[in-house]
């Protein structure tokens, strides 16, 4: 598969534990927050998104945590699956942005040990 | 519903050469964006288009230039190409009428390298 990045952080947990991937976002002002999930040969897929009038927000097995003070941005996986194993990007839209225009983080690499 | 599609997938071009990529958003969704992603640089912004009209654009000199047609399909080419193109470039498309029209999706991009 291709490597979308050498240098990444990475996180490595067991099958079955929860996941916590964290962010730091660059602008004060923006409004709107992504997580994606990257696999090896493959586009970002949507996860979860939140906005800036929100402190968290939850998914399926997935939380986001927000935390404008500090400009960070959390993902928590419940009952993490080896189908998780990838790489995770924040992403996050310039005030009056329209969501076309997004400012990724560098990414965090999920393994999953079964 | 068909995602967005990416052609080619895969391009091997030679220093100088100029390329061309196109991408078929989703049915109903109006803005195309393009980013490249490079394992040093992650994922950065190249340009958005919105109803034909290059909305924003990234920090990438002018080699890089994209247009979008009537039916929403979008190309980006790259002029005078260097070894420092060869990346990822991704397309992801969304409804683009703005705050509340919110996912964008991503196709599988063009992975173009420059020999």
């Known amino acids: 598969g291709e490597s979308v990045g050498l240098h990444l952080p990475t996180l490595s947990v067991q099958e079955g534990d929860n996941s916590i991937i964290n962010c730091a976002y660059s602008n004060s002002a923006s409004d709107y927050f992504i997580w994606y999930k990257q696999e090896s040969g493959k586009g970002p897929q949507f996860i979860i998104d939140?906005?800036?009038?929100?402190d968290k927000r939850q998914g399926q097995r997935v939380t986001v945590l927000l935390n404008k003070t500090v400009k960070h941005l959390s993902l928590q996986i419940a009952a993490t699956q080896p189908g998780d194993s990838a790489v995770y990007f924040c992403?996050?839209?310039?005030?009056?942005?329209?969501?076309?225009?997004?400012?990724f983080g560098k990414g965090t690499k999920l393994s999953v040990k079964p | 519903k068909a995602g967005v599609t990416q052609t080619p997938r895969y391009l091997i071009k030679t220093r100088g050469q100029q390329v061309t990529l196109s991408c078929s958003p989703i049915s109903g969704h109006r803005s195309v964006s393009w980013y490249q992603q490079t394992p040093g640089q992650g994922l950065q912004f190249l340009f958005e288009?919105?109803?034909?009209?290059?909305?924003n654009k990234g920090n990438f000199p002018g080699r890089f230039s994209g247009r979008q047609f009537s039916n929403s399909r979008s190309e980006m080419n790259v002029s005078t190409l260097e070894l420092g193109d060869s990346a990822l470039y991704l397309c992801?498309?969304?409804?683009?009428?703005?705050?509340?029209?919110?996912?964008?999706?991503f196709g599988q991009g063009t992975r173009l390298t420059v020999v």
């Open positions: 288009y919105f109803s034909e009209t290059q909305r």
């Open positions: 992403a996050e839209s310039p005030p009056g942005g329209s969501q076309g225009n997004l400012i």
């Open positions: 939140i906005r800036s009038n929100m």
């Open positions: 992801a498309s969304s409804l683009g009428t703005g705050y509340g029209n919110t996912e964008a999706f």
